[in-house]
Structure formats: C-alpha cells, structure tokens
C-alpha cells in the first residue's frame, strides 16, 4: 500500500501553461506539505496545510496555489509555468503539525521548456 | 533567519563507519532530524533528537548538541546500499505560531568497495 502517493510522476510542459500536481495520503494524518527541490537536491517547503487549513505558506510566487478539499488530498496548481519552475515537487504528511516524522511522496519531475 | 551547514561530500569504504556533521542557526529550535534520500528516490526519515545525546537505530546513530547547535548522523557497518544524499533538518518555530522543517544543503555519500 503507498502511504502518499502522487501525480503526475513526470510532467513535461511549456512555459506560459498552467499545470496540476495533485498528492493523496492513505495514513490518516493530519497535516500535509508541499515541498519543491532544485538541481543542486536543495529541498525547501512551499505550504502546508492541516486539517484542510493552510498553516505554512513561504515566500512563494502567488502563480503556485495550494488546494485541500479534505485532510488525505493536498493538490497543487501552477499558473503560467516558468523555466525556474523546472523542479521535483514532493508532497509529504505527518501525523500532525507538531510532529518531527514526515512521510514523503514519490515526487514530481517537472520540466518546463 | 535559518542555516544548516553539512559537507557536500563524503566518500568511505564498505564496511567502515562516516560520520556526517552538521551545524545550524536557528530561532525556537525543537529538534534535528535526519533524512536518507537516494538518487531518483524521496527523502525517508531516519532519526530525530529533540535533545542533547546520542540516538541509536540498528547500524544508524544520530547525536544533538543544543549548546554547540550542531548534530551528526553515523554510519556504521557502510553497504553499498548506503550510497545516499544526507540530509539534516531543524525543527523550528514558525511565525504563525506552528513549526517547520528546514533542510540543509544534503551530503552525498559514496561508499566504495
């Protein structure tokens, strides 16, 4: 069984496109992240959200929305796509906000040309 | 703000034991943890301390300094399969009031035979 699950797994598209990624989670936990890590493997955290509310938002391009209809599904949506963007984006869970166990996701190669 | 510093590169023979260091600055620090991630793979939890002394899981042991801010994770008994990025992560307070993780820059282990 996989515990956070994502698509697409490669996503290969052009600038100017708007894009889904979309992360569902079968533990039962509480919280969820998106996290996006460049070529040089620097991961950093995007969002997060718990219970469906957003509790983390870093200094993100406003393009990049976050959606969470439900605590197990954590989407993201990307308006006009950037080369920049080209990246891996792994969604991820804990238990709850407070919790230092986090369970990652396949990822998502993104590549925009 | 926040900064971790580890090596961007250790190399070791099998069977031999690495040592991983790692510094951090941080405000409303909660705890250091490790993570293991394998080229093409997602990032997997190995160890979290939340206070000063050393954690051992099996061949993986992980130590804090609260008072240096600094931590390392140790590798012994190194198996090709070991071959890794590395990464640490505090756990520190946000401004909205919750806690996050903010990883460093990552080690890539190369164990040889």
């Known amino acids: 069984d996989t515990a956070v699950s994502q698509t697409p797994k490669y996503l290969v598209t052009q600038m100017g496109n708007d894009k889904s990624i979309k992360c569902e989670q079968n533990?039962?936990?509480?919280?969820m992240y998106w996290y996006k890590q460049d070529s040089k493997k620097f991961l950093k955290i995007m969002f997060s959200?718990?219970?469906?509310?957003?509790?983390i938002n870093e200094t993100v391009p406003n393009r990049f929305s976050p959606k969470s209809p439900d605590k197990a599904h954590l989407n993201l949506h990307i308006n006009s796509l950037e080369l920049g963007d080209s990246a891996v984006y792994f969604c991820?869970?804990?238990?709850?906000?407070?919790?230092?166990?986090?369970?990652f996701g396949p990822g998502t190669r993104l590549t925009v040309t | 703000g926040q900064s971790l510093e580890q090596p961007s590169e250790v190399t070791a023979v099998e069977g031999a034991i690495v040592q991983i260091n790692c510094t951090y600055q941080?405000?409303?620090?909660?705890?250091l943890s490790w993570y293991q991630q394998h080229d093409g793979g997602a990032p997997t939890f190995l160890s979290y301390?939340?206070?000063?002394g050393l954690e051992e899981t099996g061949r993986f042991s992980s130590f804090l300094s609260r008072s240096d801010s600094y931590g390392y994770l140790l590798l012994q008994e190194l198996q090709m399969k070991d071959s890794a990025s590395y990464f640490c992560?505090?756990?520190?307070?946000?401004?909205?009031?919750?806690?996050?993780?903010?990883f460093g820059t990552g080690t890539q282990l190369k164990v040889e035979l």
């Open positions: 991820a869970s804990s238990q709850d906000s407070g919790h230092y166990e986090q369970y």
């Open positions: 959200y718990n219970n469906k509310e957003l509790i």
């Open positions: 301390n939340a206070l000063d």
């Open positions: 992560a505090v756990r520190d307070r946000f401004t909205g009031g919750g806690n996050k993780l903010t």
């Open positions: 941080t405000s409303g620090f909660y705890g």
């Open positions: 533990l039962g936990h509480d919280t």
